[in-house]
């Protein structure tokens, strides 16, 4: 009888070891949850409005300077404010120029600002982009783990019925029982805890999407091909062009190199114009045909120091965004080399467990629960090979999802966003 009931779970065996992800409310691909990211979240809102105040500031810059429009009674006898006595006046427009060329440049710079805002914008795209992917597949990582909690408790079950039909016949001792039951409660404590880590991750990928945390969510994996790992020259190659950060640090050498521009023109000077017309008919009379043009410079101070200061300044600028820019770069090159070496040996792990670990694992479980029905072995093995294949069963789940975590950080690292 125990050796029947034995094989009869034994054979349930292969019916529950295929992971299922775990049903939720509302299912959406990865693509959605990033869309939905980048209209939502707050933060891209900020980002934007600052590019716009940058850009509004463009015509500002090119705009020419206010006129000043003025009248002057003179002279006034006995008093200043006596119009009705005075003896002549006139009306006076003035216009102030800059040097040509300063206003481009100063233009030119806040659009190379207002192209460094945008990929900046990108480069938080990226980062929140491999945020929310790292959650992402976390979750499901975690959903699967608790699959296989669940598949172990129902393991367990099959154990605690063939010790039971033992100790009915005889065969075995009640604590082989009460093992199997530890054991079992065991892991649906272990599969309560991961439910909570579940639930902690979709609050979080929730507050990245700018809902609230408590909503319900179920994610969906989209099917794909299996993915290949490009030479890491062709990922240097590939960082070097579309990286956001390195696009804004090359804006800010811009930047910086008309900045220096604009501070050599300040040893050219401006011109001011003035435009007068004469009246002979005071206080408020408009009569008479004489004019006056009057033309200033405004030079520079005296020796020249201000400007060379502004220049020297602005120099310091350009060496610092050169600097900037060479370390930006060494830092994505870090960053690639380093997740280019743990997706290698993730891929590693992956083979092993795929191909040998897990395989040897389940065998050497139902040949125990076999061995353990037919008296043919301790109940201790048969625990210890239902903790192995739980134990490699997890590994092999989480191993997928720190793939797919490894996948991010390596696209983060060259750059890539929604491509």
């Not at 040097?99 to 440049?105: D, N, S, T």
């Amino acid at each position: 009888m125990a050796i029947c009931s034995a094989t009869v779970f034994a054979a349930e065996l292969d019916q529950i070891e295929t992971p299922r992800l775990l049903p939720t409310t509302e299912s959406m691909t990865l693509p959605q949850l990033a869309r939905e990211m980048r209209a939502r979240n707050p933060q891209f809102l900020r980002a934007s409005q600052e590019k716009l105040q940058i850009e509004a500031r463009i015509p500002q810059a090119l705009a020419w300077d206010q006129p000043m429009i003025g009248m002057e009674q003179t002279p006034v006898p006995h008093s200043p404010v006596n119009f009705e006595r005075s003896q002549g006046m006139s009306y006076r427009l003035t216009q102030t120029m800059s040097f040509p060329g300063k206003k481009q440049l100063a233009a030119d710079i806040l659009q190379a600002q207002a192209y460094s805002a945008e990929a900046q914008i990108d480069q938080l795209m990226v980062q929140m982009l491999a945020e929310l992917k790292r959650q992402f597949y976390m979750t499901l990582a975690m959903q699967q783990q608790a699959e296989v909690n669940r598949n172990t408790v129902e393991r367990l079950n099959q154990v605690k019925q063939v010790a039971k039909v033992r100790y009915a016949n005889n065969a075995a001792a009640f604590v082989d029982y009460m093992n199997a039951q530890v054991a079992q409660s065991s892991a649906e404590n272990a599969m309560f805890q991961t439910q909570r880590q579940i639930d902690v991750a979709r609050q979080n990928i929730n507050n990245l999407l700018g809902r609230d945390p408590d909503r319900d969510l179920q994610l969906q994996l989209e099917a794909g091909g299996a993915q290949s790992l490009p030479p890491l020259a062709e990922l240097m190659l590939q960082a070097q062009q579309q990286h956001p950060e390195l696009r804004d640090y090359a804006f800010r050498m811009e930047a910086a190199k008309k900045n220096l521009a604009l501070a050599k023109k300040a040893y050219y000077p401006d011109m001011q114009l003035i435009l007068t017309k004469i009246s002979n008919n005071p206080p408020l009379g408009l009569a008479g045909n004489s004019y006056g043009v009057e033309v200033d410079l405004v030079l520079p101070t005296w020796f020249f120091e201000r400007e060379k200061a502004g220049v020297n300044e602005a120099n310091a600028g350009v060496i610092s965004a050169q600097a900037s820019a060479e370390v930006a770069w060494r830092q994505v090159q870090l960053q690639i080399a380093n997740a280019y070496s743990q997706l290698q040996q993730l891929f590693k792990e992956q083979e092993l467990l795929q191909q040998r670990r897990l395989p040897e694992a389940q065998a050497a479980y139902r040949l125990a629960l076999n061995g353990y029905a037919n008296n043919a072995g301790d109940f201790n093995g048969l625990l210890l090979a239902q903790q192995n294949l739980r134990d490699t069963e997890l590994a092999a789940a989480l191993i997928g999802g720190n793939l797919q975590q490894a996948w991010a950080g390596l696209e983060a690292a060259i750059g890539k966003g929604l491509e």
